[in-house]
Nanobody, 122 residues
Framework: QVQLEESGGGLVRPGGSLRISCAAS????????MGWFRQAPGKEREFVAA????????YYADSVKGRFSISRDNARNTVYLQMNSQKLEDTALYYCAAKVSWVPPQYGYDYWGQGTQVTVSS
């Protein structure tokens, strides 16, 4: 099975940018659909973005569309989430996840990382 480890979280000001990463080990990243999810305190975990195995297909939650971008480097076994124009409500623990089937892109993930904290604050 694949193991996932997120990194790159931190503190960012409203309107700022941050890129977080997810490194995969154990299996080749190109075998998997990769997703990003987040969970804010007191709220349920929610879908953020997904990338198909080649990176050609992407899918975003409406709340981040136009601000966040998912990308992947299969040669480096790493997937990224570029977050721009950040808002206070983007504060959350961000998780990456993996599965085999693209459909549906926002559900059904089998493997999860431990998360990296992103805090948007002035």
């Amino acid at each position: 099975q694949v193991q996932l480890e997120e990194s790159g979280g931190g503190l960012v000001r409203p309107g700022g940018s941050l890129r977080i990463s997810c490194a995969a080990s154990g299996r080749t990243l190109s075998n998997y659909v990769m997703g990003w999810f987040r969970q804010a305190p007191g709220k349920e975990r929610e879908f953020v973005a997904a990338s198909g195995q080649s990176g050609t297909n992407t899918y975003y939650a409406d709340s981040v569309k136009g601000r966040f971008s998912i990308s992947r480097d299969n040669a480096r076994n790493t997937v990224y989430l570029q977050m721009n124009s950040q808002k206070l409500e983007d504060t959350a623990l961000y998780y990456c996840a993996a599965k085999v089937s693209w459909v549906p892109p926002q559900y059904g993930y089998d493997y999860w990382g431990q998360g990296t904290q992103v805090t948007v604050s002035s």
